[in-house]
């Protein structure tokens, strides 16, 4: 969330990010609730002082009420104290129309999405994005002289992906893993744990429903309730663990000598937004409950963009250890994310796709969620008071799209697949699913 501070006395700043990710705002709106909202805590402010006056001209005039005057100072603390009560219900009337206008001031201030980091370059959509980096080179079938299969059509081959009885058992977007198949989900769910903790990430394990505020904290409410599944209690499945991460220290002062805190974590994610029609319907790419691997952190302003290249640095490794050919790009500000404010995506080659296919998002968001969910943390460094923290997660990995990744990348002509070194040894010594 922005500061209303910093927009009232930025506007033209903030105009140009907003343009800058093709996002229209209510700028006079949002500018007359906040008048408004100054206004009425000015007149607050007046009346409570009235009261604070009167309060002690009657305390005063009862403790020098003697005598024959006794009568006179009786009726004028009366007089007093009506003025009083009159004054109260003024508060009373003052503070509800503050509550009315401070809620609509912060609903519309839920809705402007991030603005964008400086180095971020310019751009419509993702045809703006700028590619940074390669790393392997994609197999070449051809010259293997054989032709390579989706894997919506190897899993089934192998009988360790079952999309029709997922079905039955749910609706189409959903995916049903057997035998080597489910094992080889679970072995890079612990591989991708395993190998975050040692490079210096703390595992949690989070629950899967959210409530409001912590989806309000990491930026899924208001604006992508209709992307949720929702229960019928008021509890959200949670669209990645980043809502669960991230919140574990929301309304808290954590201390500046802790940060930066890394966090990872494996839940289930659930969305019921996947993807429109074309290739994307089909397989794994895109379903409404994945496996994925998240990585979170807490870090100061002054460190939160060294943060986001070790994070990207830390995803690209599992990718390195999988042996897939991937590329890094740099998200331009018209395909940024609602809380992002730079954003480094990981596309990972898919012969099916005969192209790349994003498999992690890295994203620093500044102190846009940590100001949703009020995360502080105490600097003793020449500032009073606490500062708000610069909060960053990303995808390491999601798990059902680099199951599809080596099942395509690793597949072998007789139809075979073979296992990534890295995970032999979690797959119980299994090389090769036949």
Not at 45 to 74: F, P, W, Y
Not at 291 to 317: G, I, Q
Request: net charge negative; charged share 30%.
């Amino acid at each position: 969330m922005l500061d209303i501070r910093f927009v009232r006395e930025n506007v033209d700043v903030v105009d140009a990010a907003m343009r800058s990710r093709g996002f229209i705002w209510d700028r006079d709106g949002l500018l007359s609730l906040d008048e408004q909202r100054r206004s009425l805590i000015g007149q607050l402010e007046e009346l409570q002082a009235g009261r604070n006056a009167a309060s002690k001209r009657i305390a005063v005039l009862m403790r020098e009420a003697k005598g024959e005057g006794e009568a006179a100072t009786a009726a004028t603390v009366e007089a007093g104290k009506e003025e009083v009560r009159e004054l109260n219900v003024r508060i009373e009337d003052f503070e509800r129309q503050k509550a009315t206008v401070e809620e609509a001031l912060r609903a519309l201030l839920l809705t402007l999405p991030n603005p964008p980091d400086e180095r971020v370059p310019h751009g419509a959509g993702e045809q703006d994005n700028v590619e940074l980096r390669r790393w392997g080179v994609p197999r070449d079938f051809k010259a293997e002289g054989f032709e390579p299969k989706a894997h919506w059509d190897i899993g089934p081959d192998l009988g360790i992906i079952d999309f029709e009885r997922a079905v039955k058992l749910a609706r189409a977007r959903f995916a049903l893993l057997k035998g080597l198949g489910a094992r080889l989900e679970r072995a890079l769910i612990n591989f991708m744990v395993d190998t975050h903790v040692s490079r210096g990430y703390r595992e949690w394990w989070a629950p899967v429903l959210g409530n409001a505020d912590a989806l309000t904290g990491t930026g899924q409410l208001p604006k992508f309730e209709d992307d949720l599944f929702k229960t019928v209690d008021g509890l959200y499945l949670i669209p990645t663990a980043e809502v669960a991460l991230t919140n574990i220290h929301r309304d808290e002062v954590l201390e500046a000598a802790e940060l930066p805190l890394r966090y990872c974590g494996f839940t289930p994610c659930f969305r019921r937004e996947a993807g429109s029609a074309g290739r994307d319907t089909r397989g794994l790419i895109r379903v409404h409950q994945f496996d994925k691997v998240e990585m979170v952190k807490f870090a100061t302003p002054e460190t939160s963009a060294e943060e986001l290249e070790a994070m990207v640095a830390d995803a690209e490794n599992i990718l390195r250890l999988l042996g897939l050919p991937y590329r890094v790009l740099e998200l331009c500000t018209g395909d940024l994310g609602f809380a992002a404010a730079r954003t480094l995506d990981l596309e990972v080659w898919l012969p099916s796709y005969d192209g790349y296919k994003e498999i992690s998002s890295c994203s620093n968001c500044a102190d846009f969620q940590a100001r949703r969910a009020n995360i502080r943390y105490r600097d003793p460094e020449g500032f009073k008071g606490a500062r708000f923290a610069h909060t960053l997660n990303g995808s390491g990995l999601a798990v059902g799209r680099t199951m599809a990744a080596i099942l395509e990348n690793y597949q072998q002509p007789d139809g075979s697949v073979r296992i990534p070194d890295a995970l032999v040894g979690y797959m119980g010594g299994a090389k090769v699913i036949s």
